[in-house]
């Protein structure tokens, strides 16, 4: 148990650590499976966020050095690079850990909160919230593969009925993790109804390493309002960064009182399209398009939100062009506003 002084000065700028590495914010990146690519992650860092994590890695695809898992765990070009693995053989996990960190993962994160039937259904995942015996054996074994810091994410618990949160994530800072997230909400709630953040405020009076809070942050507000009631020291953001990752680092001044400036229609226009041509380099220009689908989307999307944007018969060709280039040119026009796409 941690008294609130030392909470309060671990609150104060700049101080956040993962293991030995100092994070420029308390705002970070989630994890998604099939969006935060290494183009979305790139901007999303480059735009102010104080962390970026990789799409989860499957252990034994990564140690089979499957091209698809590959590339998920791509991280050139980023300040700190975590890669998130899962699986639930210790051996594999371990590996899969080395073998990341040989790679140049400055970092590597567990993941105990997935709550897909295909994930769970090969009981790893939030599975493992059920199995805390196998839980810590596999962050014992990846603790012990790596130098580089371990940090893990779960859930508040398989079910309403069994929040362990507190208890697991306790047991596995004496095992040597150095970060938790708690998205909050029990594996039976998938994403259904509101997460609960005051819940993850047991998970704070359990451990004294950083504690991340997770799940419908969606604003400065919501960050504010999310760390207030969890007492965490930092804000995971995940579906609401989608066609806006620089929403996170938005978020991240905001926290710390930084000032910010946001980014311009024309710089949002060269970060999405970076986004876009990382896509086209790392998958090909056809199966690139197809990747890209829905970032194109929901960058129209926010584009829309904001005033600019494309006719709905655009976007329509921009979702379905097979064509990079034209979907290239229709993104870049989706940040102009009407007047100057009728100039
Ligand atoms: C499409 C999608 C894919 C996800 N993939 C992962 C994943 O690979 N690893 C993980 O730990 N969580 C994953 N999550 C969960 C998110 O990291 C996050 O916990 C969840 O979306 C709640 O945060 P949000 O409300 O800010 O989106 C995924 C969520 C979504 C919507």
């Not at 290494?38 to 091209?67: H, K, P, Q, T």
């Not at 990341?100 to 769970?120: S, W």
Request: aromatic residues 4%; glycine residues 10%; hydrophobic residues 50%.
């Amino acid at each position: 148990m941690i008294n609130s002084g030392e909470k309060i000065s671990r609150n104060a700028p700049g101080a956040l650590r993962l293991g030995a590495i100092e994070l420029p914010g308390r705002a970070f990146l989630a994890p998604m499976s099939g969006i935060t690519d290494i183009g979305m992650r790139r901007v999303a860092s480059r735009c102010g966020a104080g962390l970026v994590i990789s799409e989860m890695v499957a252990a034994n695809f990564y140690i089979a050095a499957d091209e698809e898992t590959r590339l998920r765990a791509e991280g050139e070009g980023l300040p700190v690079h975590v890669v998130q693995i899962a699986g639930r053989e210790p051996l594999a996990l371990a590996e899969a850990a080395r073998l990341a960190e040989a790679a140049g993962a400055h970092a590597i994160d567990i993941n105990m909160g997935c709550p897909a039937k295909r994930v769970v259904g090969g009981y790893a995942g939030s599975a493992l919230m059920r199995e805390p015996d196998l839980a810590l054996s596999l962050v014992r074994a990846v603790v012990a593969a790596v130098t580089a810091p371990v940090s893990v994410k779960m859930r508040l618990g398989w079910d309403a009925d069994s929040l362990n949160a507190p208890v697991l994530a306790r047991a596995m800072e004496a095992e040597g993790v150095a970060l938790i997230t708690v998205h909050g909400r029990t594996r039976n709630q998938f994403y259904k109804g509101r997460a609960d953040w005051a819940a993850i405020r047991a998970v704070r009076e359990a451990i004294s390493i950083p504690l991340v809070a997770n799940g419908d942050c969606a604003s400065l507000a919501d960050a504010r309002a999310m760390l207030a009631a969890s007492g965490a020291d930092a804000a995971m953001i995940g579906r609401a960064a989608m066609g806006r990752p620089w929403l996170v680092g938005e978020i991240a001044a905001g926290l710390d009182g930084r000032p910010w400036r946001a980014p311009s229609p024309r710089e949002r226009a060269n970060a999405a399209l970076e986004h876009y041509r990382t896509l086209l380099d790392l998958f090909g220009e056809r199966q690139g398009v197809r990747h890209a689908r829905k970032h194109l989307a929901a960058y129209a999307d926010h584009a829309m939100d904001e005033g600019m944007g494309l006719s709905p018969a655009m976007r329509t060709k921009l979702v379905t062009t097979t064509d990079a280039q034209e979907a290239a040119d229709l993104l870049e026009q989706a940040f102009q506003s009407a007047q100057e796409l009728a100039a």
